[in-house]
């Protein structure tokens, strides 16, 4: 279903196509939280330590500036995956204000075995498109993304 807005063309194509962005957005996310519950892990949890994995060690502000986190939420994340022994964090000693947060041996461990069990359920929630499609709707996502990121600035 789409908008039932009555404004023009572009305010009606623009709505539907949100209605439908976020609906599968929502509907891949119901997945990949079905396949992360085993594991005692969010999606925001899975996101710090899935960047840990393929970035290396990250301030905790870049860490949520990647994830589209506040200060906040990323903090919480953060606290809990601490908690839990698979990340560790360490003040920078050169700017105080920085945190750089890491993976923990059991974390690395840990996101090494989650890791392979969650790809095959994002994988599959695309396979209704092709790789060319796929491509294009990254390649449109990221820009609409970094418009909404130039709006926020």
Not at 7 to 24: H, P, T, V, W
């Amino acid at each position: 279903m789409g908008t039932k807005h009555q404004g023009n063309a572009s305010e009606i194509r623009a709505l539907d196509a949100y209605i439908k962005l976020m609906r599968a957005a929502d509907s891949v996310t119901s997945r990949v939280t079905k396949a992360l519950s085993p594991h005692n892990l969010t999606v925001s949890q899975f996101g710090v330590l899935e960047a840990l994995l393929h970035l290396g060690e990250l301030h905790q502000n870049d860490l949520g500036q990647k994830l589209l986190k506040s200060s906040g939420n990323i903090t919480l994340v953060v606290d809990n995956l601490e908690k839990r022994g698979l990340i560790e964090r360490e003040r920078s000693k050169e700017d105080r204000r920085f945190v750089w947060v890491r993976l923990t041996k059991a974390g690395d461990a840990f996101i090494r075995k989650v890791f392979p069990e969650i790809v095959p359920v994002i994988t599959d929630a695309l396979v209704v498109l092709s790789p060319f499609e796929i491509d294009k709707m990254a390649e449109y996502l990221k820009q609409v993304g970094y418009r909404c990121q130039d709006a926020n600035s």
